[in-house]
């Protein structure tokens, strides 16, 4: 399977993350639904607010339509981490086979990169193995998500992490020219 994640376009990555997330039986979550785009927004926004500046930088460019590039490489990520869970592969392989059928309209960005700040931040509980008693649980505390969010920027390629590194410098810039015209103006 996870040859099959890794041959995956990036076009193709983010329609299987996006199709997972819908896939999965809303019985799985440990409150018996999946959180909401608003809800995945609220907690998205707290951890780009709590988030030391490397990390808030992959958040915001994940929460942005730019980037598709690294948003496939992140949903890649996600796919091969949630591949791990035995019962999540069949939701997987469905994901799977229907990213990679043609379709006339693209994945849509802005909720790709929730869905993967949300799945990254998921744990799961499995009493017996089966299903019956397998639980998705959604970490929603910016802390805890941080975490995730640090571990899955560790795995990003050296491409990725260079362009993350070039944006925050570009941040960095438009902040401190932004500081500096306010300094000069009210002198």
Request: glycine content about 4%; hydrophobic content about 40%.
């Amino acid at each position: 399977m996870i040859d099959r994640i890794d041959a995956l376009t990036t076009e193709q990555a983010m329609r299987a993350v996006e199709i997972l997330y819908g896939l999965l039986p809303q019985e799985l979550w440990e409150t018996n639904e999946a959180p909401s785009l608003v809800r995945l927004e609220s907690v998205a926004q707290r951890i780009s607010d709590e988030a030391p500046d490397e990390i808030r930088t992959l958040v915001e460019t994940l929460l942005s339509e730019d980037d598709r590039e690294l948003k496939g490489e992140c949903a890649k990520l996600v796919l091969s981490k949630l591949a791990q869970q035995e019962a999540l592969r069949p939701y997987i392989e469905e994901a799977l086979e229907r990213a990679t059928t043609p379709h006339k309209s693209p994945p849509v960005v802005g909720v790709i990169g929730l869905i993967v700040i949300c799945l990254i931040s998921c744990e799961f509980k499995c009493e017996k193995k089966g299903e019956k008693n397998f639980r998705i649980i959604y970490k929603s505390r910016a802390s805890e998500s941080l975490k995730a969010i640090a571990d899955l920027m560790r795995e990003l390629s050296e491409n990725a992490l260079e362009k993350l590194g070039n944006i925050a410098g570009i941040i960095r810039k438009l902040k401190t020219s932004s500081t500096e015209a306010k300094t000069s103006s009210s002198a």
